[in-house]
Nanobody, 124 residues
Framework: QVQLVESGGGLVQAGGSLRLSCAAS????????MGWFRQAPGKEREFVAA????????YYADSVKGRFTISRDNAKNTVYLQMNSLKPEDTAVYYC?????????????????WGQGTQVTVSS
């Protein structure tokens, strides 16, 4: 089993920044891609960003491209999401997730391990 624990959420004004962290345990962290997803009230969970096993490839949703940066530190079994220029529409619970299989995974149904989520609220 894989355990994922997010941290770093909070309340920030529009235009501000937050950095989310996700600590992983339970399998060889460096062998798998990792992803961040979010779910706003009344909406479905959506893809935000993914990073491949060594951090060399990243992929972003159009809505966050140029503002968010996903990265990982395999020595610390941790994946990060740096969020800049935050907007009120970024308000959501943010989830870290790990896929079932090897390879670069960007689709929500490819991810089967989920953290408990961390709330991000952006005020206008």
């Amino acid at each position: 089993q894989v355990q994922l624990v997010e941290s770093g959420g909070g309340l920030v004004q529009a235009g501000g920044s937050l950095r989310l962290s996700c600590a992983a345990s339970g399998r060889t962290f460096s062998a798998y891609a990792m992803g961040w997803f979010r779910q706003a009230p009344g909406k479905e969970r959506e893809f935000v960003a993914a990073v491949n096993w060594n951090g060399g490839s990243t992929y972003y949703a159009d809505s966050v491209k140029g503002r968010f940066t996903i990265s990982r530190d395999n020595a610390k079994n941790t994946v990060y999401l740096q969020m800049n220029s935050l907007k009120p529409e970024d308000t959501a619970v943010y989830y870290c997730a790990a896929p079932r299989d090897w390879g670069f995974r960007t689709k929500i149904d490819e991810y089967i391990y989920w953290g408990q989520g961390t709330q991000v609220t952006v005020s206008s």
